[in-house]
């Protein structure tokens, strides 16, 4: 009995020092950023809105550190529907590209994972660059897909959102989104951060690896 408690202590030991070494090693990120497009004006280019300056019609935002190229617009969604948009997610205001301009950019760029909410009349791939305007390596893809009155009761056209997310390596510093101009509208964008992805099982946390091993050697020396 106490040959295997010996050894179940010893693999506890090497593990939860692997991955203790590991946690210590990962570099520390920024807190997550959230743009909900609120405070800009409708049919605005957002431009320089959340990176210290403003819309082009002269509205400013939190200074994030987050450019957008010509083609991103904000528009804000009509009580009534008339708008072309409804059911948003948080407030009224959404994210809209008219044109291939379409990026993103962070000079100081974000980590971890990127989630947001669309609503969409086409299936289509936003891409995620290690560098400005698309350049660097591609570090992840996520898709869209067709869903833009799906359930909906005659709202709006726009009337239906869900959430996509993606999880990945490296340091994001722009978001391409010119598959989605003309055809879908965006809320809630969060950059650093993802929402759980289904079936993915998370790694067991230090607290509990430290607990096992403290029980494996009270067992082992007391009885």
């Not at 997550?32 to 509205?59: K, R, T, V, W």
Request: overall charge negative.
């Amino acid at each position: 009995m106490h040959i295997h408690l010996r050894r179940l202590y010893r693999q506890l030991r090497t593990g939860a020092a692997g991955l203790l070494l590991c946690i210590t090693s990962f570099p520390t990120l920024a807190a997550p950023i959230e743009l909900d497009f609120e405070g800009a004006a409708n049919e605005s280019q957002l431009l320089e809105f959340y990176n210290g300056g403003q819309d082009s019609q002269g509205n400013s935002g939190n200074n994030f550190g987050v450019r957008f190229a010509a083609g991103a617009l904000a528009l804000v969604a009509a009580a009534d529907g008339s708008g072309g948009f409804s059911n948003v997610p948080s407030g009224s205001t959404v994210l809209f590209f008219d044109s291939f301009s379409a990026w993103l950019n962070i000079a100081e760029g974000f980590s971890g994972g990127f989630s947001f909410y669309y609503s969409s009349a086409l299936d289509a791939v936003i891409h995620l660059y290690s560098g400005e305007n698309g350049s660097g390596d591609l570090l992840a893809s996520v898709n869209i897909h067709h869903q833009f009155d799906r359930d909906c009761a005659g709202d709006s056209l726009f009337c239906s959102w869900s959430q996509a997310q993606v999880l990945f390596a490296g340091t994001a510093r722009s978001i391409d989104f010119s598959a989605t101009r003309d055809w879908a509208a965006f809320d809630n964008l969060t950059l650093g951060i993802a929402a759980p992805v289904a079936g993915q099982v998370p790694s067991p946390a230090p607290a509990a690896i430290m607990a096992l091993l403290l029980m494996a050697w009270r067992k082992l020396h007391f009885g």
